[in-house]
């Protein structure tokens, strides 16, 4: 019985989880994995901290624990790489810079398997790191990319596989869903939620790719490769993220029974798929409606099991760490055999303009007679049916009308060219541009 | 590349499902398997059924679609058996009698890999099971045996291998589900809510093993062997079911912020694990409260990922169906490095009754002056901490009383000590033995 080998890229947040669970752990694993398990080496540019963060010995590092250059690491690398006793690298650099691609490459023509949270690296370059696997025979695990410790990517590959999914709907960013969560229930404005995230931990200094959904989008790009064969460019799938929120439209989705959430949703249609990241209105009546705080959660639905949900968390050191452990548990059992590329499956993106769903819009205007039926004529020429009007939900003594139609399902161009109609037919009285929201049901 | 080639014995509710499945999807199989997945034949002994039914080709069947004997159907056992083009049998007969125990090990002798949903053999045979399949190196698929679609055997194999697995808590019956959510939103009692269920097609004609918590049982059995390697004889799980809940209990759970549910219970503790499958007031914050009629959802906490929830379908013909060919497809890929055997960890069940958690007593008893006095002190004398004492919450006009008191955490033998002291001092008023019924946080 061989022991698994493995070296860890970036002793951080999740490269130091899994240090620390490969090391506490290890009975449990080798049980599991059918051999033993060993952490080599991590290597990071400053071994004392990730040391002292995790509990782990300063000689378990590159260069027995002192800081290191560039030239230092780069040194170190190599000699991983060329060290033909260890079985797979752990990537928890992150980044999807051409050095951390490069670095992904090399560990795969170094016939190493690699495992790996970058899900920033796994959207944009996702191709040719499943080629470099291909070419060298390698497996790569990537749990730990989409949801950290949910199991959604062995859900799909081995827990979902005799069946066909025919949808995803997910709670996919945690930054994002703590931050409504509290728009939600203390009426908060996006920027005070955002800065009681950040004074949590929650948010990033810089938390462009969570609230403006590209940390989603990453996610979902992921997804759609595994699930359909689809390849995606960046751009390809609509996104858009939370910053556009604010504390009227958490008021107005309490009043129409729904709660905003930024949805990740892809949809198998007849002759594609559609796919798009932005907030919905997710009916109560939806299991995701209750998802709170930085929790995670991602409903499959298939042609024969239905519905499956998966909820967990996200993100952490320990929790995105298991994920990744798991994946060494796997490849360290199943090796090469474990290797899977996604080829097309002939489907591919279709746009999400024509997918059917009900919709919220909600309209800032001046608060003159005549403009419900200026919308609701605009909307019904459009041939879309009116589920509710909500009355306007302006505080008393303040200007203007706030108010909302939900849809009955049609399409988002159906609604634009209503939005236009109506715009056409009386410029003056729209105090914002009329906000576009899907309802999910 | 070899096709993986699979035999069904037994074409009913879920083998004609998995036959369904393994006909409709076989190119995303193939994919999902690396290799084609072939059905090469059905075993059932009145195949005309069983084709109308699931739409399979008669000619699939054994003996060309003619109904069989016994004697028939077991000649045509043998050829498959004896066929070494056959890689894996389906067993879907079901039952856990002698016969269907020797069919089973005859497949593994006959050096054929193992895909069953047959929880009761599982739980009462399953180290013979293991052993036949070590001796033969073929392997066992069980997804489909516990909680149907939900993925929770592969949930702990593969997606949660990186964690310690410290607490399951989940309602794995649909039956019982399906009943507790009627009682409770309608006020039925249990046998109108039973009657309901039956007419549904919810229950069977026989509902026993549902409603009196063995088959939930047979479920928690098999999870607590691949868990932490316990192996459990019957009756080593306290169980008990639903047919004692009434509708005066639902009202209660109500009032308490609590909704019944059948749970099944595992935690780690210090020296071993206690299990048990029993009614419990599951508190409204806790997601499981959520879970409604015949929806199973299973909750595990890991000492790194900490909770994950899984949400699905328990029964179902296609929905059971798509567990086993995940199975199928799981097998086909990793052949007999997907054996596990499952050895004892060294934990052994230990007594629930020192289970520490809250517990809600429910009072029916005369209204006499003192009574509250009594049991409050009996509790007391326990060093039990009270939480909450309801009202009386007879229907006014109505004789007696009945009242609910919540206890803060603590263990059965504590609570069990109180109720023998409140009804040695007071023995005339208890109208009923007092019901206790653990609280889920």
Do not use: W
């Not at 170094?110 to 790191?129: C, E, F, P, R, V």
């Not at 995803?168 to 728009?183: E, H, P």
């Not at 995606?232 to 009227?248: H, K, L």
């Amino acid at each position: 019985m061989n022991t698994f080998k493995v070296a860890i890229f970036g002793g951080g947040t999740v490269g130091g989880g899994v240090a620390r669970i490969l090391r506490e752990n290890s009975a449990l694993l080798e049980r599991r994995a059918g051999c033993p398990v060993e952490l080599v080496t991590i290597l990071d540019l400053f071994p004392s901290a990730s040391s002292k963060r995790h509990g782990i010995p300063l000689e378990l590092y590159c260069g027995n624990g002192g800081d290191l250059n560039r030239d230092e690491a780069s040194k170190y690398m190599a000699q991983i790489l060329s060290n033909p006793e260890i079985d797979a690298v752990v990537e928890t650099i992150g980044g999807s810079s051409d050095y951390i691609l490069q670095v992904v490459l090399d560990i795969l023509h170094s016939k190493k398997h690699l495992i790996t949270a970058n899900k920033a690296l796994l959207a944009k370059h996702g191709t040719a790191i499943m080629r470099a696997a291909v070419e060298n025979q390698r497996a790569i695990g990537f749990e730990a990319s989409v949801c950290g410790a949910i199991p959604v990517i062995k859900g799909i590959n081995d827990c979902m596989s005799g069946d066909k999914i025919e949808s995803v709907s997910g709670i996919m960013n945690g930054t994002s869903n703590y931050i409504l969560t509290k728009m939600s229930r203390e009426g908060l404005s996006f920027y005070e939620a955002l800065k009681g995230a950040q004074a949590m931990g929650y948010a990033e200094a810089d938390p462009t790719l969570d609230i403006n959904g590209g940390d989603a989008g990453h996610k979902l790009a992921i997804l759609l490769r595994i699930l359909y064969g689809i390849e995606t460019q960046p751009g390809d799938i609509p996104v858009s993220g939370i910053d556009t929120i604010n504390a009227e439209d958490t008021r107005i989705a309490e009043e129409t029974d729904a709660v905003i959430k930024l949805i990740c949703y892809a949809q198998r249609e007849q002759n594609g798929v559609c796919a798009t990241v932005q907030p919905m209105m997710v009916k109560k009546s939806n299991v995701l409606s209750d998802i709170n705080n930085a929790t995670n959660a991602i409903k499959l639905v298939g042609a024969y099991s239905r519905e499956n949900l998966f909820v967990g968390q996200g993100a952490g050191s320990l929790e995105t760490g298991s994920a990744i452990v798991s994946d060494i548990v796997y490849i360290a059992r199943y090796g090469t055999a474990s290797l899977r590329d996604y080829p097309s499956s002939g489907l591919s993106l279709v746009s999400f303009d024509s997918h059917v769903m009900p919709y919220t819009i909600i309209f800032d205007t001046e608060d003159v007679p005549g403009i419900t039926g200026i919308v609701t004529t605009a909307i019904g020429k459009q041939e879309i049916n009116i589920d509710t009007v909500s009355h306007n939900m302006r505080v008393s003594g303040q200007a203007g009308a706030l108010f909302s139609i939900v849809t009955k399902p049609c399409t988002l161009t159906q609604i634009k060219a209503a939005v236009r109609d109506m715009q056409q037919t009386a410029p003056s009285i729209f105090v914002k541009e009329p906000k576009i929201i899907p309802v999910l049901a």
